[in-house]
């Protein structure tokens, strides 16, 4: 069936790095997709989302790059901070339009 | 307002009893979400309202499973005679009808012991 996954589970970066999070995606009817970053016990908090009819698109200290030649989305964090430390979940709207379907989430740790 | 509100944040409840949970959305917001998210996994739709109406409902929603949205503002969700598979976070959503950015809440953590 369709999905959203993930390349890799976890990612340790040194703080001051920059960080880049994967993700596949199988539907090839996605139009919006967003990323999504969890803290432990807390809701998913939104970081950025970005529409099919674009390529990249910039935040503060986040970029999003979307190639729906290869069904690929990706999340870059320049100058990663121990705060950033959190699950990352893609995530894309279904052909509903309305309801989100997730992907399993990288666990990003951030080393002094 | 403060974001999405969800209460209580955690329950614990024997196999077997039901439980309500309460989820106030942002005030301006007419969608309303509910996902359920088990460890290590992303979240998983459950149902969706646009105002009072309950358009859709996951396959995941079995028949003890009900959710309302009586004034089209606060909703909730109930679980009867809970089962231990029902262990998992609840979470809430809410978003503009035209935006489908959606914003969640802290979550109901539930375990069924």
């Known amino acids: 069936g369709e999905s959203v996954g993930l390349h890799l589970p976890t990612l340790s970066v040194q703080e001051g790095d920059n960080s880049i999070i994967n993700c596949a995606y199988s539907?090839?009817?996605?139009?919006?997709f967003i990323w999504y970053k969890q803290e432990s016990g807390k809701g998913p908090q939104f970081i950025i989302d970005?529409?099919?009819?674009?390529d990249k698109r910039q935040g503060q200290r986040v970029t999003v790059l979307l190639n729906k030649t290869v069904k690929h989305l990706s999340l870059q964090i320049a100058a990663t901070q121990p705060g950033d430390s959190a699950v990352y979940f893609c995530?894309?709207?279904?052909?509903?339009?309305?309801?989100?379907?997730f992907g399993k989430g990288t666990s990003l740790l951030v080393t002094p | 307002d403060t974001g999405v509100s969800q209460d209580p944040r955690h329950k614990i409840t024997k196999r077997g009893q039901n439980v309500t949970f309460r989820c106030d959305p942002i005030s301006e917001h007419n969608r309303l979400y509910w996902y359920r998210q088990t460890l290590g996994q992303g979240p998983e739709f459950l149902t969706y309202f646009q105002n009072e109406a309950q358009l859709e409902k996951s396959r995941l929603l079995s028949d003890r499973f009900s959710a309302e949205r009586p004034k089209g503002s606060f909703s909730t969700l109930e679980i009867q005679r809970t089962e231990q598979g029902d262990s998992a976070m609840y979470l809430c959503?809410?978003?503009?009808?035209?935006?489908?950015?959606?914003?969640f809440g802290q979550g109901t953590r539930l375990t069924v012991v």
């Open positions: 995530a894309e709207a279904g052909d509903s339009g309305y309801a989100l379907n």
């Open positions: 539907n090839s009817a996605s139009d919006y």
């Open positions: 970005i529409r099919s009819n674009m």
């Open positions: 959503a809410s978003s503009l009808v035209l935006d489908t950015e959606a914003f």
